[in-house]
């Protein structure tokens, strides 16, 4: 069933929580995904300079040095047709005031399950295309 949300995109994962950041990658990985992993925003944009091409971010909204929010507005100065999904333990109502509206991104309630993360990846990746004729 997970088989459908496989993927060779490349991901930046940016979160405080080593738990978090660990089952990401696992699950990312296993399913094809290219993984880098920041522990907080500043390192994500390192990362980010580092590789050069990132396909996707996916972000805590609340993080030490630099919210989720503002290192979305980052980097899509950079790269305007970057996808994003934001993730966070509290519901999309209670995040309002992080800045989260107008980044176009989509979110994803923690705790998450691996079924939840890998389609949420897969359609915020897909958003847009032409659907695959097959």
Not at 21 to 36: E, T
Request: charged fraction near 25%; glycine fraction near 6%; include cysteine.
């Amino acid at each position: 069933m997970l088989q459908k949300y496989r993927g060779i995109e490349s991901i930046l994962v940016a979160d405080d929580e080593p738990l978090v950041l660990s089952l990401a990658r696992m699950i990312l990985r296993n399913h094809g995904y290219q993984v880098l992993l920041a522990k907080d925003g500043k390192e994500a944009l390192d990362l980010h300079q580092q590789s050069g091409h990132v396909d996707l971010l996916l972000t805590d909204v609340i993080m030490p040095m630099m919210t989720g929010p503002e290192l979305a507005h980052a980097l899509k100065q950079e790269v305007s047709d970057l996808r994003c999904v934001f993730m966070s333990g509290y519901d999309r109502e209670q995040i309002q005031t992080q800045g989260v509206e107008g980044l176009g991104c989509d979110f994803l309630r923690k705790p998450f399950t691996p079924h939840a993360l890998l389609k949420i990846v897969r359609e915020t990746l897909d958003a847009d295309k032409e659907p695959d004729p097959n």
